[in-house]
């Protein structure tokens, strides 16, 4: 359909008295059987689906606003909206409202809607009484004129009736002309009642009359009045403001004299309901709600009458990044983009869709790539302001535009380190730039709203774009912060506190704390690219040298970028840990603080917990192996005893185990030997040695070398020899197998047997039988090769 008299868009209210778009089509009116009456149809252009299916109900109140707008209520809290491209189009429809009614199209009202506990008052009513008789407009009557108005507004039927007889009349300007003769005579008490009119005529809630009061001629008029509320010493100077101090900027020069006048109704209706007019009260909520749909509206109607103009657009950003415009003229220009992009939230979701493919075309990222490298404090943060608008629209749009950038320029002026180094920079004390910025770059790198498309492409490409060309410039004030730490510990041995890396000016500890806080995120949802890059640039051993910092939130971030590594239970990341004994200043950090029971205290403890409760093996043999003797006196908690018993448990296990395969049917005696020999020429019995003690790192084998060690020299008198190392409970050979004893002889350690080794590990009850058993095993070599190949 070519109609556009008929096109419209549909709009419902949504609980938070905000106007949602459901679509553009074009509206008839049809009988529908189903509903048995005259109703409005419309139907979306994109497809002929039905937008909107709405019975003409005699009992419903439509409303005509703006020439283009008829407002309707369906039911309790759901309030409809059509919004028509042309004024023909809307009369049409309004006049087939009131044919079906039967009310005169004159009218911009059909009917008011009554509440129950009135209808008894309305009935009573008589048929002539169309309008609530106002008295004549003159200077003595003021103070009666507004004890009228204001005792209307608890009566939805009496506000429409005093709402009809305003119009009927031109009372608003008769009004307003008694308010410049009060003001000329400086009638104090007559401005007073002015305001108390022109209050209550606003919370009327009548689109016909705001079109009358926020008309050129009369809308400084009614500000004027609103100037003089009687609760004030001094009236306020609003007329003043919005005509001296609020300059209306044409960056570039608006022709279009009906767009012109369209912004400077808006910015002033809106500077009377944000600031002239009070907050409202409870019973006062649904007052203004005209006004709010008022301003809507026109919105909406502004974005769109730039928006299809191109060539004021285009122009735009052109002068924008012309290397030619002065200064002033840009950072007007880059306002007047974040105005726009102010307004256009306004519009629904299909309409911003619209819009800000329409900047994209325009090159708004490329534009925005320039003014934000720009020393000027104010175009950044203008900027900045723009960029949150696209990230928040769209950030797959934006990672597509950052990925196309490698291919044509250096690291250096790629947008996203262009917002990383804004961040670094950010002179605010308060880094209230930063802290906005941070939040957009974990927008921009959350895999959660990449697009999860068949080849996953966005989140893989995306990662791999970020970890090679941007990670290293968010990363450079922490690595540079923490450059010295060798030196530094060489400095300060046994004193962790002090430490001159760590940075003692708070707003460069909190940029490192913003930071850390990003790389946090990293860890938790970058698996891959954030491992490869914490290994390859040790980057833990450096975020921990900040938990020497004075600044106990920033030692707070480094504990839970290490907290959140260790919660990933990843054995990649616990091998990293321990080789670099990575505990270590996490421990200096607990015992620096003391017996004070702060949110340090117990974040460690919690980490430790975490790691006990989890049964993390590595990590805890580590740490009791080398910290418990330190940690053992801290007793308020049962922590770190329950370290020590996990390590214990995980001991005993493993010696049992071992056991099992010293009484294992398959394996003779001297085999069992084998496995715990420790002679360098038994390659066999170091490999297997070696395979036990990896399944429990060095813990367990610095306690079965100690326990060798014990033994051999308890039995050294007796070492003269190989042969002479077999206890005398064993019997060497046969007689009658002299090869057998010769091998025997040279295979054998030099070190007693491993049953007497294991005594002190576990001493089970049937070892002697076994020892028997094994001597008849010993007389038959059948097994033996299997053994020692």
């Not at 556009?4 to 009116?29: F, I, P």
């Not at 004075?550 to 590594?565: E, P, Q, S, V």
Request: proline share 4%; with cysteine.
């Amino acid at each position: 359909m070519s109609d556009t008299r008929r096109r419209v868009k549909v709009y419902t209210l949504n609980e938070d008295r905000q106007w949602d778009d459901r679509g553009t089509g074009h509206v008839s009116s049809t009988f529908v059987e189903r509903l048995k009456g005259i109703s409005l149809l419309v139907r979306a252009e994109s497809d002929g689906s039905l937008l909107l299916e709405s019975k003409i109900s005699a009992n419903t109140a439509y409303q005509k606003q703006q020439d283009t707008l008829i407002v309707w209520s369906e039911a309790d809290n759901y309030d409809l909206a059509l919004s028509f491209q042309e004024k023909a189009g809307c009369d049409e429809i309004w006049e087939k409202i009131c044919q079906v009614q039967g009310k005169d199209p004159a009218l911009d009202v059909t009917q008011d809607p009554i509440d129950e506990s009135e209808e008894e008052r309305f009935e009573e009513i008589p048929e002539t009484s169309h309008l609530v008789e106002l008295p004549p407009c003159e200077l003595s009557r003021l103070e009666e004129i507004a004890d009228l108005v204001t005792s209307v507004l608890s009566s939805p039927i009496r506000r429409e009736k005093l709402a009809l007889a305003l119009m009927s009349e031109g009372y608003i300007k008769k009004l307003l002309g008694l308010f410049r003769v009060c003001e000329d005579l400086d009638n104090r008490e007559g401005l007073h009642h002015l305001y108390e009119i022109v209050r209550g005529v606003l919370f009327l809630n009548k689109a016909a009359l705001f079109e009358v009061m926020f008309s050129d001629d009369c809308i400084m008029d009614v500000v004027g009045c609103l100037e003089y509320d009687p609760a004030l010493v001094q009236p306020k100077r609003h007329r003043e403001f919005l005509t001296k101090t609020a300059k209306f900027k044409e960056v570039i020069p608006i022709t279009d004299s009906e767009l012109r006048q369209k912004i400077h109704q808006t910015y002033r209706v809106q500077y009377i309901q944000d600031i002239i007019l009070p907050t409202p009260s409870v019973f006062e909520e649904n007052f203004l709600s005209t006004l709010t749909s008022f301003i809507f509206f026109n919105k909406v109607e502004i974005v769109s009458m730039l928006q299809e103009d191109e060539k004021f657009l285009t122009e735009v950003f052109a002068q924008l990044t012309d290397d030619a415009t002065e200064d002033s003229k840009r950072r007007e220009l880059v306002n007047f983009v974040k105005e726009f992009c102010a307004f256009s939230q306004t519009l629904q979701p299909q309409n911003r869709d619209a819009f800000f493919k329409t900047l994209a075309n325009l090159g708004i990222l490329p534009a925005l790539e320039i003014v934000m490298g720009m020393d000027d404090l104010q175009v950044r943060a203008a900027a900045t302001d723009i960029f949150s608008y696209l990230v928040e629209f769209s950030p797959s749009m934006v990672r597509e535009f950052v990925m196309q950038e490698p291919q044509q320029t250096d690291d250096d002026v790629l947008l996203i380190n262009v917002v990383i180094k804004q961040m670094i920079c950010d002179s605010d004390p308060e880094l209230g730039g930063a802290v906005q910025l941070m939040g957009l770059l974990r927008t921009l790198i959350d895999p959660e709203n990449m697009l999860a498309s068949s080849n996953k492409t966005e989140k893989t490409e995306f990662l791999s774009f970020f970890y090679k060309y941007c990670m290293h410039v968010l990363t450079a004030p922490l690595l540079a912060n923490t450059a010295h730490d060798k030196s530094s510990k060489e400095l300060q041995e046994g004193s962790t506190k002090i430490n001159p890396v760590c940075p003692d000016n708070f707003q460069t500890a909190q940029l490192l704390a913003l930071i850390l806080e990003l790389l946090t995120f990293c860890v938790e949802h970058h698996t891959y690219h954030i491992k490869t890059y914490i290994m390859n640039k040790d980057l833990l051993r450096r975020v921990l040298v900040l938990m020497n910092s004075k600044h106990t939130f920033l030692a707070l971030c480094a504990l839970r970028f290490m907290r959140r590594i260790i919660g990933l239970k990843d054995e990649y990341y616990n091998r990293y840990i321990i080789k670099g004994n990575l505990f270590e200043p996490v421990i200096n950090a607990l015992l620096d603080n003391g017996t004070r029971y702060n949110l340090l205290n117990s974040a460690i403890i919690e980490l430790f917990e975490f790691i006990k409760v989890e049964d993390i093996k590595s990590l805890i043999a580590h740490i009791v192996d080398n910290f418990y003797k330190a940690l053992e006196s801290i007793e308020y908690v049962q922590t770190f005893k329950g370290l020590k018993g996990r390590y214990e448990q995980e001991k005993d296990r493993q010696s049992q185990r071992l056991n099992r395969y010293r009484r294992d049917a398959r394996s003779l005696d001297e085999d069992e030997e084998l496995w715990f020999n420790d002679d360098d020429d038994d390659d066999d019995g170091e490999a297997v040695e070696k395979r036990m003690e990896d399944d429990f790192p060095d813990s367990y084998g610095k306690y079965m070398e100690a326990k060798k060690g014990a033994a051999n020299g308890a039995n050294g008198a007796n070492n003269n020899g190989k042969a002479a190392a077999i206890p005398p409970a064993s019997p060497a050979v046969t007689p009658n197998n002299s090869s057998a004893s010769s091998v025997k002889t040279v295979a054998l350690p030099a070190t007693p047997v491993v049953k007497t080794a294991l005594v002190g590990l576990v001493d089970y009850p049937d070892d002697e039988d076994e020892e028997e058993e094994d001597e008849e095993e010993e007389q038959s070599p059948r097994k033996r090769p299997r053994l020692s190949s």
